[in-house]
């Protein structure tokens, strides 16, 4: 199952007072796993930047004013996301950025079904407790060094960890990743056991030993009117 890991800065709080996305960084996971394949880009929003969001993620109106405006990167984005669910923090927020700007290059809009929001996830998995970012790395002992400020790569990429515990902390060594049976051998006076990838034994014959009928047999002897010899 493929999905992609999303997040984004901009210039404010809402698309519809004019902020726009000045970047956007995405992880692809396959079956919950990172595969290494991620998606980066600032962006430059054709407007000032407030000083309160750059305090946020530091990207000065000068810096973005070199990079390619949205309608530039739009068919890249769309083809790396394709038709995967998007796993965000806080989904409506950057649903409703991404819709903006996709709307504004002249795209199609995404269906924010498509979303898997982390922020319900853990509001109902720990009822009461900060459900930021930041909170949820350090409930999970995530390494949070790296965050001096708000950065879309690197909050996708601790996003997907936090992701990945608020499933049941899967480990990536337990992934049944076999593509073909698995044998193993203890010894040559033991069995080989066959393992299928989806983990389970093979089937193995149950019939009693000669040695145990006897014994049986024996045992049903010293037994009055044994119900196993009933007709």
Not at 37 to 46: G, K, L, R, T
Not at 64 to 69: E, R
Not at 95 to 112: H, Q, R, T, V, Y
Request: aromatic share 6%; hydrophobic share 45%.
């Amino acid at each position: 199952m493929r999905e992609i890991v999303l997040d984004t800065e901009t210039t404010g709080l809402d698309p519809a007072s004019g902020h726009r996305i000045v970047e956007i960084g995405c992880v692809e996971l396959l079956n919950h796993v990172p595969t290494g394949e991620v998606y980066h880009q600032y962006i430059n929003p054709e407007r000032d930047m407030p000083a309160e969001a750059e305090r946020v993620h530091g990207l000065s109106e000068d810096f973005l004013a070199g990079h390619p405006v949205f309608a530039d990167i739009a068919a890249d984005f769309v083809n790396f996301v394709g038709d995967a669910p998007l796993v965000i923090h806080n989904a409506a927020f950057d649903m409703g950025f991404i819709n903006a700007e996709l709307s504004l290059a002249g795209w199609a809009s995404i269906d924010k079904r498509r979303a898997i929001d982390t922020v319900s996830m853990a509001r109902k998995k720990f009822p009461g407790a900060q459900a930021s970012l930041d909170a949820l790395c350090r409930r999970f002992g995530i390494d949070l060094s790296e965050r001096q400020m708000h950065g879309a790569l690197l909050d996708a990429q601790l996003l997907a960890a936090v992701y990945l515990e608020l499933l049941g902390g899967r480990q990536h060594g337990m992934d049944l990743a076999a593509e073909a049976a698995v044998a193993r051998t203890s010894s040559p006076d033991t069995e080989t056991v066959e393992i299928s990838a989806s983990g389970r034994r093979e089937a193995r014959a149950h019939a009693a030993s000669q040695d145990e009928l006897a014994r049986h047999a024996e045992f049903l002897s010293k037994i009055k009117d044994p119900i196993w010899l009933r007709p």
